[in-house]
């Protein structure tokens, strides 16, 4: 079965700042990766996501994330934060066959004047 | 396409009551999803439809959960005897069949709290 660790619940970043988010998967076949954001009260948006090919993927709102095999990670980055990025972020994956999403526990991001 | 629609947004009740919420997915995808999400936690899958036949069931979906998809549309998730615990967020999603492994588009979601 698959599954992601998101360490550090709460992430606080000052405007303008790199944004990190760490994600790290198990998988027994190559997985495909995915971030969502999920704002108060909402559900969840698609930010990106990794399934073939070029393992640099860029999103929405200026995000990316690099899928590394060698280190089972799919770490979000962005360069400059912004205000309007503090929401709730989960990294999650699936593998082909499989449709379920298995989610971390997510990163709240705080971002902070 | 209007989205994933859910409703009602909020619900509270009454430990013990009953409780449905619906579904309606976008119209195009066979496929939909729901998920349980509880304070601090992500999502947890609960169960999937293809078209109106029901593909999989979590263990997280006790004899007191039933979900549907009459003709394959809309689709409601029942609550009996509802306990504190069922407090959460109840996420929809949905997608093509053929797009399933490339991310679901949710709902926004009915939270209910159990009084």
């Known amino acids: 079965a698959q599954s992601v660790t998101q360490l550090g619940s709460h992430v606080s970043v000052s405007e303008g700042a790199l944004v990190l988010l760490r994600c790290n998967y198990s998988s027994s076949v190559p997985p495909y990766l995915f971030w969502y954001v999920q704002y108060p009260n909402q559900g969840l948006q698609l930010l990106l996501k990794y399934t073939t090919g070029a393992t640099l993927v860029k999103g929405i709102n200026g995000f990316e994330a690099e899928f590394k095999k060698s280190e089972t990670s799919f770490h979000l980055t962005k360069p400059s934060a912004h205000m309007s990025d503090a929401a709730e972020y989960f990294c999650?994956?699936?593998?082909?066959?499989?449709?379920?999403?298995?989610f971390g526990k997510g990163n709240q991001v705080v971002v902070i004047p | 396409d209007t989205g994933v629609s859910q409703n009602p947004r909020h619900k509270i009740t009454k430990r013990g009551q009953n409780v449905t919420f619906r579904c309606d997915p976008i119209?195009?995808?066979?496929?939909l999803y729901w998920y349980r999400q509880t304070l601090g936690q992500g999502p947890e899958f609960l169960t999937y439809f293809q078209n109106e036949a029901q593909l999989e069931k979590s263990r997280l979906l006790s004899d007191r959960f039933s979900a549907e998809r009459p003709k394959g549309s809309f689709s409601t998730l029942e609550i009996q005897r509802t306990e504190q615990g069922d407090s959460a967020m109840y996420l929809c999603?949905?997608?093509?069949?053929?797009?399933?492994?490339?991310?679901?588009?949710f709902g926004s979601g009915t939270r209910l709290t159990v009084v």
């Open positions: 999650a994956v699936t593998r082909g066959g499989n449709n379920r999403l298995a």
């Open positions: 119209s195009e995808h066979n496929r």
């Open positions: 999603a949905s997608s093509l069949q053929r797009d399933s492994n490339y991310g679901y588009t």
